[in-house]
């Protein structure tokens, strides 16, 4: 999120829309008409529409509050539903105009990936690795590949793209360790009908061989668990990924003290939430959710008392959830300050170590959460 005075815009959803018209008009210098051009990122825009629109239902259904579910992201649904709908967009999409569609939805892959930061430790690299950053690097090379025959497009070329981009996704996942094995399934269906339909040379065999067997050697010269720090690490304290964010303590609902540093050993998700945010009122439910559904992770959900009008409206509002929660007051704004809180929500996750894994400016949801607290 970036805050635009009382405004919060999801910076990934931002870069998407500015990629669609840098594209529009690059499309219009290599000679694509406007009609052709409305019909290949169309696509992509009745997607987004498709997203939003089914993720406001949703959020309607769960919180039964419109302002609310203007907020919401809809989850796994919204996205399936969004993927169906430029499916058919594609489907009924001139095949001439096939190339055009493919490399647009690289570029906006591309600068979506760019967004949003996510660092891994990365094989024989003991450090975390800006991940977001190799992955651009790859999607960049995938880019120049789908170019070279964006005007020329044939089924062999189109399968063998989704191939370079299933594996990206594949690599990503997997350093990540949020890997499915049972996802290798159609991803080796789409290598053999992708071979079928353009044999690739020998030379080409070869090379991919050679790479896979590369990859098995330096996976099994891996040690068994990947390092990670001790909890009494001297790791520099800071916000960004890969460092140790500031201990802190404060108050909870009861009175109690809560301390940071008591949960380290475990792994933790810190959220900063104010009862007058709709974001904050609208992730609250999958948050719950998420956290009834787990004892590996612990939510901190830390209340900005100072931006409230009443402390009895933040109260009231996350009484339902504080089963699920450790819930806590900044009452003075030292660690909403110290933490450089300037939109809501904003939320950290930390690994067993207390090192930040991962951080979101604006709304999370269940499946935010399961991706990055594995």
Known sequence: MIAIGPLNIRLDLL????S???????????????KERDAVLGTW???????KGSAIVIGLISTGSLSLAL????GNWSVAIAALVIGLFVFRLDKRLYGYWTLSGLVLW???TLTVPRYASLPL??????LHLYTAGLIVLLIILTWRWMRTPSLGLLVWTAVGASAIWLASTYVTTTLNLSWLVPFTALIALAVYLARPSRRVVQYGLGALVLLAVVNASLPDETKTLDSNTTEATGLNIGQVPPNFELRRTDGSTFRLEDLRGQRVVINFWA???PPCRAEMPDMATFARSTDEVT???VNTTTSERDVMDAQTFVAPYEDAFEVVYDEDGTVANGYRIQAMPTTYVLDESGVITAKQFGAIDKAWLDARTK
């Not at 907020?71 to 809809?74: H, L």
């Not at 690299?125 to 800006?130: C, N, T």
């Open 15 to 18: 870069v998407f829309m500015v």
């Open 20 to 34: 669609l018209l840098v594209l529009y008009i690059g499309f219009k210098k290599i000679g694509l008409t406007e």
């Open 45 to 51: 825009f009745a997607g987004f529409l498709a997203w």
């Open 71 to 74: 907020y919401a992201t809809g």
């Open 110 to 112: 591309l600068g979506v």
């Open 125 to 130: 690299i003991a450090s975390p690795q800006p």
């Open 275 to 277: 009862s007058w945010c």
């Open 299 to 301: 939510i901190v959900a």
